[in-house]
């Protein structure tokens, strides 16, 4: 009876949302969070405690309209003054990070000095004139610059295929402790991953006692048999008070993923072996990660991280991989 409800209600967008509204549950947890961090990004009206979602978004989007060829004499006009406001109000929180801040005021006073000043951006160069900027001890200027002056590595396409293959799901580790400062050098690293106007909407939940790291490990399927061997643990979670749209509410995914490929590949340059973990969203499980977590409800577990040093005799799967003609699809 339910599957052939489900044929029929699928017919329309309307008729789908009254079964998952009826019938199945699957989608309300992510609804709830969804709502929830509409409502926590409105209540403080983007800014948090380390970090502000919505000074972050509109710096970025100042950068990129300065990087435009040709540059627009004139941007940004609907959001400069909130830009130059949402500043103000990290500078007087006095919790914000200095990095963040540094970079909001570089790029704004890059903005002023390139920009014609019609009314609305003289307004808001006056007040940002008035604002009581944070001193940096750098004299580098946090603002967009040239392709030819980007950091140039010395890994070639064989070296980094090289690493692409030496990193394998590692599910057998030595009975090794991992150091925190190690994961804080992996995540630092990882941290230059792309996100969707540099928001970053994640954060790692780290456990490095391996006891506590076993157990929370046990709560997704796909660790049985070897949950108990891992040593470290991350649990990548992704925060919906970083977006005031629902239009936004997969990006938490898509910039969790990214993060988390570039975090694997950090430790292994490290010496240290990883193994990326499932996260369905299954309703029994939910609770029980924001129980061991103690979660906002709108914040989600994206995907869990084993984190250890390989054993030595511990196997592999082979895990073949498909070819680049079974992946690509060219488009005449």
Same mark, same amino acid.
């Given at each position: 009876m339910k599957s052939i409800l489900s044929r029929y209600m699928a017919k329309n967008r309307f008729t789908s949302a009254l079964y998952y509204f009826i019938f199945d549950f699957q989608y309300h947890r992510e609804q709830q969070a969804?709502?929830?961090?509409?409502?926590?990004?409105?209540?403080?009206?983007?800014?948090?405690?380390?970090?502000?979602?919505?000074?972050?978004?509109?710096?970025?989007?100042? @950068?990129?309209?300065?990087?435009?060829?040709?540059?627009?004499?004139?941007?940004?006009?609907?959001?400069?003054?909130?830009?130059?406001?949402?500043?103000?109000?990290?500078?007087?929180?006095?919790?914000? @990070?200095?990095? @963040?801040?540094?970079?909001?005021?570089?790029?704004? @006073?890059?903005y002023f000095k390139s920009v014609d000043h019609c009314s609305v951006i003289k307004q808001a160069n006056e007040l940002f004139e008035k604002l009581p900027l944070v001193d940096s001890q750098s004299s580098i200027q946090s603002i967009p610059y040239l392709y030819s002056e980007r950091i140039i590595s010395n890994i070639d396409s064989k070296a980094l295929h090289q690493l692409f293959k030496q990193r394998r799901s590692t599910r057998w580790f030595d009975n090794k402790p991992v150091d925190i400062q190690v994961i804080k050098q992996a995540v630092e690293m990882a941290s230059q991953a792309p996100s969707a106007c540099n928001r970053q909407p994640f954060q790692f939940y780290t456990i490095t006692d391996a006891k506590k790291a076993s157990k929370i490990a046990a709560i997704p399927m796909g660790t049985k048999g070897f949950a108990e061997n891992i040593q470290a643990l991350l649990v990548i979670v992704g925060d919906l008070s970083a977006y005031p749209k629902e239009r936004d509410r997969h990006v938490i995914y898509i910039d969790g993923g990214l993060v988390a490929m570039q975090l694997m590949l950090a430790f292994e340059s490290l010496g240290l072996s990883t193994c990326p973990i499932n996260w369905p969203d299954i309703e029994l499980y939910e609770k029980q990660m924001d129980k061991a977590l103690s979660l906002e409800k709108h914040q989600r577990p994206i995907m869990l991280m084993a984190v250890g040093y390989g054993e030595k005799d511990g196997g592999i799967p082979f895990s073949q991989k498909k070819s680049a003609e079974q992946l690509i699809k060219e488009i005449s």
């Open positions: 969804t709502l929830a961090g509409k409502n926590t990004y409105q209540a403080n009206e983007g800014v948090f405690e380390k970090s502000s979602a919505l000074l972050r978004r509109n710096t970025h989007r100042l @950068e990129k309209g300065l990087i435009m060829v040709p540059r627009k004499p004139i941007f940004a006009e609907s959001y400069i003054i909130e830009t130059v406001n949402c500043l103000s109000q990290c500078l007087h929180l006095n919790t914000i @990070e200095p990095a @963040e801040l540094k970079w909001a005021q570089d790029v704004l @006073e890059k």
